[in-house]
Structure formats: C-alpha cells, structure tokens
C-alpha cells in the first residue's frame, strides 16, 4: 500500500484544529468562575453546560470509534448481522433511563463526581472501592479506543501504528490537561460534526461502487454472506438478553456520564441533556449500520482488496476503515479517517477525564487531604491526566487483547456499581456492610463465570454452556444479569440484617466496626452535646433516637426522598419568585 501524504496532511491539519478549539476552552475556563472553584470548574464546567454543548458533548461521549467501529463490524459478521448491533438501542435507553431517574437527584444534590453519594452514605472506604471498577472501565475504554483509531490510520494512510496512536493520545490529553471539562465539551462539538460529515459523505461513494450489490436485496436474500438483517438463534436468546441489559443499564453509571449531568445548569436541563443524547445516538449509529451493510454486500474480489474477504482474513472488526479505503474516492476517505479520529478522540478524553476527576476529588481529596486547597486539588488532576493519558496510550500499545479487558471492566460497572447506585439513591437504610458484601458476591460470580476474550475459564458453569473450537467454555446462561441481581439484592439483605442486629442489641455496637449503624444514626438524630461517650452503653437505651418507619413495604424499603428532589437551579427559582 503507498503511503498517503495527503492523508496525512488531512489528519495533521484536523488534529490542529481539535487542539485550537481545545485551547480555545481552556481559556474561556479561565476566565469564567471565580479561581476559588478552579477544581470544579474544571470537574463539572462551573455547573453552566448549556443544552446546545452539553448535547453534543454527552453524544461524543458514547458515539466513539468502538462505537461506530463496532457497529458496522456487527452488522457485517454473518453469524451476528443487525439484530445483534445492540449498541445504539441499548445505549439510547441507557441514557433515556439516566435522564428519568438517575440525572435528577444526582445533579439536585449537587454532586461533583458519581462517587459523591456512595461516599457520603457508605464512607470513604466504599468510595475507594467503587472507585477501582470505575477507574477500570474508563482507562480500558480509552485504550481499545486508541488501539482502533491505529489500526484505522493505518489501513487507511500506511502510518505506523504506534505513532499514530502515541500522536492522537497526546492531542486528547494535551487539550484535556489545559482545560479540563469545557475543553472535553467544545472539542467534542467539532469532532460530533466532524463524524457526522465524514460518515455520511463516504456512505453514497461506496453504496454506488461498481462491486455493491443492492443492499435491500442483501438484506433479507443471501448473496455474498447470510444476510445482514441477521437473526437471533432460539438458543441464544438468553445471551442476547443478557448483552443488552448489560449495555442499557450497564451503561448508567460511567463518570463520563454523570460528569455531563452534573455540569448541567439544572436537574431539568441535565434530563434533557440525557434525552437529546439518547436521540444524536440513535442518528449517529446510521452510518455505521450502512457501512456495515455496504461491507456484507460486496464482492471483494472484484475490488482492490482482493480475496479472501475481510471475514475470512479476521478482519471484521475493521469493516469499516476497509470501506472507506477500498470503496470511496481517495480523498473522501480522508474524510471518514476524521471521522474515525474525530469519534475517537471524543470518547477518550472523556474517559481520561473522568478517571482524574474522580481520583483527585473521591480519593485524593474525600479520603486523605480534607484540607486540600483548590490549587493543590487542580495539580493533583492535571498530573493524573497525564498518568492515565500515558497508561492508556502504553495498554493500547501493549496489550493482546485491550478489548477483552475492556469487556470484564464493564461487566464490573453493571454488576457492581450499577447495584450499588440503585440502592445508594433509592433504597434508604443501606449501609456499608451491605454495601461490601453486595460487591464481593457480584465480583465473584462475575470472575467465576469465565471471560473469553481473555481466556479465562469458567468455574460456575450455567445451564446451557457448550465449548467453542477454540476449546473455550462460553455461557449461554444470563449469569452477568444474575450477579448484578445477587449483588442487589445481597447489599439490601446484609444491609438489614446488620440494621436489626445492632438496634435490637443483639450484636454490641463495639462490633459496629465500620460506624455504618451505630454511629451514623447517632450522629444524624442525637445533638452532639448529649451523645453519650461511655462505652458500656447498650444499643436498646439509643433505639428511641432512630424512629421506627412504618412496616408497609413501600415506605420500607423505598427512599422517597430521591423522588422528592428540588431543583435548587437559578432558572427554576427565578421562574417560581416571577
């Protein structure tokens, strides 16, 4: 293949613009808000993300090149086809869910990070804890992420992998380390336009190459491969469920999203932020599908690329770059290569982001420097982007299988923070010990389920389990689905128990040794200058503090108050004293 000095050209000119508008951001950051906020401001965007930004910005978020990449692989792979490219529908209603019952009290309450309220209820020690299957999710993300845009460049304009991967992770981290989240937010402005351009331009070349077949009829009739409608087999019914409520609930918790939420200007607007996203999702996914489409509708032996096809050299996962290179016009591939790096560098910098803010403010600030100043806090984050920029460039580098990891990490975000958030916003008497138990027992019948992409084997195996050629046991059972159940349902049990076995003495309150009953309800319902200090108090002489709750099911186990939120936002309070 010849090298393209015109491609290259085309991304150094793009990568340019990305980083003005990067700077650009940086700059308006620095001279909005007072400098005593600098830290949130570059968290949260001073909490003034119009919906205009904030739209576009929480689209990029998701519409990345895994995204698009791995849309247009599922509909090309004969086995899988459009019934099984679950990302767009799971991940619209994933932020549809958000907006309706997860952005409101989050952003209300104004917290800074997603970690905030399991902190708050659960202690520093569970915010630590959380934090590693966050932190994992979001670094693993961005390093798949960067492992795609390489070898997209590559096939597209013969660059070295590596440096086109070491190139475009410097430019996301470089505008992200200046400006924090409304650098994140301006630039993924430009780059949603850029994908949303690029794609659409390349889509009519390569739907009119001479080798294309029509793709209505490649929809339903077989003519190169199954058709790319595709179909979902009896057997796998339970695995597709389980896949798709991983992605639409699973896909709930990410710092990355709630980053958007929470610099929203209000609660309202963060749920329209939500519901705009879940719609620039569904839009921006059509490309993709198309492409895809195109892919399982050619003769490739009638194009350059020559024979075997792509599915046959176990290259499907790169449909989608081969499209545009082997089926578009020179120069409008170069406009679907920006696509590609547009899309993602929009998702890894979100990625990088999140975990620096999330580690500068749950476990550097809340866990060992209460007293931190603002410009300390602003340091700590701006090293960490670079550490977790570094680390993520260096596993996309690295590691054999960076999307196998990235799986399980997601899997460890819907089976144990999504639990968790559900009970830490709606289920009121939850507490630590719950919280822990709840988190072992998901993280355990996760592992022992087995992973493929890393060839982990299982230990539990579920109904309906059969053996690849490969020699891989693959489940057909939901068991992801189960352990996130398990884990729920775990955290509310233990939590009660731990509950009635301190209030009715039964256990001491010296053996509440995380201060998850005892002493919290102490604190909440007792004045502080009447807490009795002597240490052979009995529980049942504090049991009057704690009021009973009515034994109704609803009121028992329901936190109304996260219902009952109140929008304490500017606009909403200018509207009610007009």
């Not at 909490?47 to 998701?62: E, S």
């Not at 990345?64 to 799971?90: F, H, M, R, S």
């Amino acid at each position: 293949m010849a090298f393209h000095v015109e491609g290259l050209v085309a991304i150094v000119v793009f990568y340019l613009a990305i980083l003005a508008v990067g700077i650009w951001a940086a700059w308006k950051t620095k001279n909005t808000g007072s400098e005593g906020d600098r830290s949130e401001a570059i968290i949260v965007g001073g909490r003034d993300i119009g919906l205009l930004v904030g739209g576009f910005t929480m689209t990029a978020t998701w519409v990345g090149g895994g995204y698009i990449n791995g849309t247009a692989e599922a509909v090309y792979v004969p086995d899988y086809g459009l019934a099984w490219a679950q990302a767009p529908i799971g991940y619209s209603l994933s932020l549809i869910l958000g907006g309706l019952f997860f952005a409101k009290p989050m952003r209300s309450k104004g917290y800074v990070t997603m970690l905030d309220p399991f902190q708050q209820l659960y202690g520093k020690r569970m915010g630590g804890l959380l934090f590693i299957p966050a932190l994992m999710g979001e670094m693993f993300w961005a390093a798949a992420i960067f492992s795609a845009l390489g070898a997209t460049i590559s096939v597209i304009i013969d660059i070295n992998v590596n440096i086109s991967v070491i190139v475009s992770a410097l430019i996301a981290t470089m505008y992200t380390l200046v400006g924090g989240l409304y650098s994140v937010a301006y630039t993924d402005v430009v780059q949603l336009f850029c994908i949303f351009l690029g794609l659409w331009i390349s889509v009519p070349f390569a739907m009119s190459h001479p080798a294309v077949t029509d793709i209505g009829l490649t929809a339903v009739h077989p003519v190169y491969q199954a058709p790319w409608l595709g179909s979902i087999n009896s057997l796998d019914i339970y695995t597709w469920l389980d896949n798709f409520f991983l992605l639409t609930l699973g896909g709930i918790p990410w710092q990355a999203y709630f980053q958007r939420v929470l610099s929203s200007s209000s609660a309202t607007y963060a749920q329209v932020l939500s519901f705009l996203a879940a719609f620039g999702c569904i839009v921006m996914a059509i490309p993709a599908v198309l492409i895809g489409a195109i892919g399982a509708s050619t003769a490739w032996n009638q194009t350059d690329y020559g024979v075997p096809d792509p599915k046959s050299k176990k290259e499907a996962d790169m449909i989608l770059p081969i499209v545009l290179q082997y089926l578009c016009p020179v120069y409008i591939s170069f406009f679907g290569l920006g696509a590609v790096s547009a899309a993602v560098m929009s998702s890894a910098d979100s990625s990088i982001l999140s975990a620096s803010s999330m580690f500068a403010r749950n476990i550097y600030q809340l866990s060992f420097r209460q007293n931190a100043s603002d410009r300390e806090i602003v340091w700590v984050m701006r090293i960490t982007v670079l550490l977790f920029g570094a680390s993520a460039t260096a596993m996309a580098l690295l590691a054999s299988s960076v999307y196998g990891l990235w799986y399980l990490s997601s899997d460890l975000v819907y089976i144990i923070i999504f639990p968790q958030l559900l009970c830490v916003l709606f289920i009121k008497g939850t507490n630590t010990y719950g919280a822990i138990a709840g988190y072992l027992f998901g993280l355990v019948l996760r592992i022992t389920g087995g992973e493929p992409y890393l060839y982990l084997q299982p230990l539990i195996f579920y109904p309906g389990w059969y053996q690849d050629d490969n020699n891989l046991y693959i489940q057909r059972f939901p068991f992801k689905t189960l352990a996130m159940l398990t884990s729920f349902f775990t955290n509310v049990i233990v939590s009660y128990l731990a509950k009635y076995l301190f209030e009715s003495g039964t256990l001491p309150p010296k053996l509440d040794f995380l201060d998850a009953v005892v002493a919290r309800y102490s604190r909440e319902h007792m004045d502080k200058a009447t807490l009795v200090k002597s240490d052979n108090i009995v529980l049942n002489e504090l049991a009057p503090v704690n009021p009973r709750h009515s034994l109704t099911l609803s009121s028992t186990f329901t936190n109304k108050e996260a219902f009952n939120y109140v929008d304490s936002s500017p606009e909403l309070s200018n509207t009610e004293d007009n």
